[in-house]
């Protein structure tokens, strides 16, 4: 049981830094496009690649979220991610002490 504490601990702790890491993505590519970056740079397209296909998504189903010029996608998907850090965290915790 020890063990497999453990591992679910492990595998809690990692989806946790991922999904943190992906949090700052997110905030790193919000306030990029916010600036006049030069596309082709390697960290830029890094960002697009790893974030615009999930602001593309949100934006096709929540068509409102693009109001007025100002695009609400990155705010939706960071709090959307924080939500999911949050849950799997309770979840996974609650997990280790039944597994305890």
């Given at each position: 049981?020890?063990?497999?504490?453990?591992?679910?601990i492990g595998?809690?702790?990692?989806?946790?830094?991922?999904?943190?890491?992906?949090?700052?993505?997110?905030?790193?590519?919000?306030?990029?496009?916010?600036?006049?970056?030069?596309?082709?740079?390697?960290?830029?397209?890094?960002?697009?690649?790893?974030?615009?296909?999930?602001?593309?998504?949100?934006?096709?189903?929540?068509?409102?979220?693009?109001?007025?010029?100002?695009?609400?996608?990155?705010?939706?998907?960071?709090?959307?991610?924080?939500?999911?850090?949050?849950?799997?965290?309770?979840?996974?915790?609650?997990?280790?002490?039944?597994?305890?």
């Open positions: 049981m020890i063990l497999l504490s453990s591992i679910l595998v809690a702790k990692t989806v946790d830094t991922l999904l943190l890491l992906y949090g700052w993505a997110v905030i790193v590519a919000a306030v990029v496009s916010w600036m006049n970056v030069q596309t082709y740079h390697p960290a830029v397209r890094f960002l697009e690649n790893i974030t615009e296909p999930l602001f593309y998504r949100v934006r096709k189903a929540l068509p409102f979220v693009f109001y007025r010029g100002i695009d609400f996608a990155p705010a939706v998907v960071y709090l959307a991610v924080e939500l999911l850090r949050n849950i799997l965290s309770a979840v996974m915790l609650g997990l280790v002490a039944s597994a305890a």
